[in-house]
């Protein structure tokens, strides 16, 4: 069965996705946290941001992966 959940629901989530991703710079992101640049935390975030939107617009579902057959 191929669960597909069409343009408003992708757009919903990438709409959700930037808030809470605006959200969390704000709190935590450059220019804050404990390092003295503060980037670390914000470029943690940076690439879990990238992740999951290329798993929305690309459909990916990265638990299913495999590196070769391996798993």
């Known amino acids: 069965m191929d669960e597909d959940r069409g343009c408003l629901g992708g757009l919903l989530e990438l709409f959700l996705l930037t808030a809470a991703f605006d959200w969390l710079q ?3 992101g450059f220019g804050r946290g404990c ?3 503060g980037c ?3 470029l943690v975030l940076l690439l ?3 992740l999951l939107s290329c798993s ?3 459909n ?3 638990t299913r992966l495999s590196v ?3 798993f």
């Open 68 to 70: 070769g057959g391996l």
């Open 48 to 50: 879990i941001f990238i």
């Open 35 to 37: 390092s003295c640049t």
């Open 56 to 58: 929305i617009l690309f």
């Open 26 to 28: 704000s709190r935590y």
């Open 60 to 62: 990916t579902d990265w």
């Open 40 to 42: 670390g935390c914000g």
